[in-house]
């Protein structure tokens, strides 16, 4: 997500909060920032933020729902977390970001990420 310039955002050094959707004054949490408003209380629609795509195109590395990134020990069942969703404040959609939970954990802020080899797409 931080690419070859490890940028601290897909997008770049500096935050802006109509480049991903995090907790902002629709969201009903306490840390909310009433400076934004994107429209949605919780998760939005996939490409409404893509004016923050990373580097490469992808889309929502920071925010929506975070992801789960790696297995981790196995015999503690956890895992890592990266990129924040829209429950988080804007210093947890951070490139470098992460959190290790356990994997019988069930949320609405946490999914993953499906990847098409488009190499050979026509």
Request: charged share 25%; aromatic share 14%; hydrophobic share 30%.
């Amino acid at each position: 997500a931080s690419g070859v310039k490890q940028w601290h955002y897909p997008w770049g050094d500096r935050f802006d909060g109509s480049y991903a959707k995090f907790c902002d004054r629709q969201c009903q949490l306490e840390n909310r920032d009433d400076t934004y408003n994107d429209g949605y209380e919780q998760v939005a629609k996939i490409t409404r933020f893509d004016t923050g795509a990373s580097w490469v195109g992808a889309l929502n590395m920071s925010g929506n729902v975070a992801e789960w990134t790696q297995p981790g020990d196995t015999t503690l069942e956890m895992a890592e977390v990266r990129g924040g969703s829209w429950a988080s404040d804007k210093e947890s959609i951070t490139t470098t970001y992460s959190e290790w939970i356990n994997t019988n954990y069930v949320s609405d802020r946490i999914g993953f990420r499906c990847v098409m080899d488009s190499a050979g797409a026509n």
